[in-house]
């Protein structure tokens, strides 16, 4: 059984800064993709940023220059630094891993159950 947990999601004012960490547990043979998806209200699911296990990165258009994603295989956790945070910005950010629980596993695709970022005055 893998789980992943988001944390560090919150209130912050247009122009601040979050970090989002989501850390996976349980039966972790290898993790591979790794990356943040947010949904707004009324709105479908998007990817925010990705991230390999190459540490090969991938930006939607719209976070470019204000979002890093980072990862630290040792903790098993992905990162989300969010700068110039704007009211857009506001949605529910999932996490997910693509991950193998053992040496013969296929790669499964998991999700946490997201943490909710409002920016707002």
């Known amino acids: 059984q893998v789980q992943l947990v988001e944390s560090g999601g919150g209130l912050v004012p247009p122009g601040g800064s979050l970090r989002l960490s989501c850390a996976a547990s349980g039966s972790i043979f290898r993790i591979y993709d790794m990356g943040w998806y947010r949904q707004a209200p009324g709105k479908e699911r998007e990817l925010v940023a990705a991230i390999t296990r190459d540490e090969v990165t991938n930006y939607a258009d719209s976070v470019k220059g204000r979002f890093t994603i980072s990862r630290d295989d040792a903790e098993n956790t992905v990162y989300l630094q969010m700068n110039s945070l704007k009211p857009e910005d506001t949605a529910v950010y999932y996490c997910?891993?693509?991950?193998?629980?053992?040496?013969?596993?296929?790669?499964?695709?998991?999700w946490g159950k997201g943490t909710l970022v409002t920016v707002s005055s």
């Open positions: 997910n891993a693509d991950i193998r629980y053992g040496p013969l596993s296929r790669r499964t695709s998991y």
